[in-house]
T-cell receptor, first 105, second 111 residues
Framework: GQNIDQPTEMTATEGAIVQINCTYQTSGFNGLFWYQQHAGEAPTFLSYNVLDGLEEKGRFSSFLSRSKGYSYLLLKELQMKDSASYLCGANNLFFGTGTRLTVIP | SQTIHQWPATLVQPVGSPLSLECTVEGTSNPNLYWYRQAAGRGLQLLFYSVGIGQISSEVPQNLSASRPQDRQFILSSKKLLLSDSGFYLC??????????FGNGTRLTVT
């Protein structure tokens, strides 16, 4: 079976750094994907990891530890427009419930 | 470039009525195709995925079905809608190992 867990909600301050954690249990593994979804819109791709380690893409980075079944998404220099839901997806098939991030001034 | 079209954008249907949502992809061949549903404030629930024409995998047993009559066409159907079928339906495509590309979604309200 598949099980993916991430926090339901988080709040952070504009300009700060926030880390959104995701743990997963899957039968087979071929990648951990992160998507951003603004309210009422479709998700858009942010980052993914197939191998252990850190992938950096501008203000966004994602980390993976396959042995621990653990990933995180790191958002730096938070902006108000980063207020959105962040979805963790294993094997690009199964997703967690999403983490709703609210950025406050 | 690749594009994905999903329609309609919104739909209000009475309980017991049929449903047909269509999704088409342009600019790529033999994509993997997916149907997801998202209840209000919730994550994405995988409903169906397809790796080729006529090949449909169902993840959640329910009163919905999917078909892939052509390489780049994916259809979600129901013979009789339930109240619990309300939600935001998203079609997506990918090629192996690459990120999903989502359509704009259909917001279905069953009354």
């Amino acid at each position: 079976g598949q099980n993916i867990d991430q926090p339901t909600e988080m709040t952070a301050t504009e300009g700060a750094i926030v880390q959104i954690n995701c743990t997963y249990q899957t039968s087979g593994f071929n990648g951990l994907f992160w998507y951003q979804q603004h309210a009422g819109e479709a998700p858009t791709f942010l980052s993914y990891n197939v191998l252990d380690g850190l992938e950096e893409k501008g203000r966004f980075s994602s980390f993976l530890s396959r042995s621990k079944g653990y990933s995180y998404l790191l958002l730096k220099e938070l902006q108000m427009k980063d207020s959105a839901s962040y979805l963790c997806g294993a094997n690009n098939l199964f997703f967690g419930t999403g983490t709703r991030l609210t950025v406050i001034p | 470039s690749q594009t994905i079209h999903q329609w309609p954008a919104t739909l209000v249907q009475p309980v017991g009525s049929p449903l047909s949502l269509e999704c088409t992809v342009e600019g790529t061949s033999n994509p993997n195709l997916y149907w997801y549903r998202q209840a209000a404030g919730r994550g994405l629930q995988l409903l169906f995925y397809s790796v080729g024409i006529g090949q449909i995998s169902s993840e959640v047993p329910q009163n919905l079905s999917a078909s892939r009559p052509q390489d780049r066409q994916f259809i979600l159907s129901s013979k009789k809608l339930l109240l619990s079928d309300s939600g935001f339906y998203l079609c997506a495509w990918s090629v192996a190992g690459e990120p999903l590309h989502f359509g704009n979604g259909t917001r279905l309200t069953v009354t």
